[in-house]
Nanobody, 112 residues
Framework: VQLVESGGGLVQPGGSLRLACAVSESIDKSVSMGWYRQEQREFVAAITTSTNHTAYAGSVEGRFTIARDRNKNTQYLQMNSLKPDDTAIYSC?????????WGQGPQVTLSS
């Protein structure tokens, strides 16, 4: 299984970015997948595939939105009102019956 991420970059405070994470297999079971940011050692957001229930870290609640496209086996993280503290490598994760897979993570950098 491979996770292919895209969408990182340099953005000014207050700006927005959207990250994407495409999973190379069909997601046909109920799992919780999401995003983790390394610098803060923090799970940012997660979504449960069977219910689309979402959960967020308190630090991003109201600013970030996780969603997924069932047909594309892709999850997204829409990040709005970005702050300097959001600077990090954002790795997506996806579990199946065999393992938990991680993306390498796009870098998100907030310019000063």
């Amino acid at each position: 299984v491979q996770l292919v991420e895209s969408g990182g970059g340099l953005v000014q405070p207050g700006g927005s970015l959207r990250l994407a994470c495409a999973v190379s297999e069909s997601i046909d079971k109920s799992v919780s997948m999401g995003w983790y940011r390394q610098e803060q050692r923090e799970f940012v957001a997660a979504i449960t595939t069977s219910t689309n229930h979402t959960a967020y870290a308190g630090s991003v609640e109201g600013r970030f939105t996780i969603a997924r496209d069932r047909n594309k086996n892709t999850q997204y993280l829409q990040m709005n009102s970005l702050k300097p503290d959001d600077t990090a490598i954002y790795s997506c994760f996806y579990p199946n019956m065999d393992n938990i897979y991680w993306g390498q993570g796009p870098q998100v950098t907030l310019s000063s």
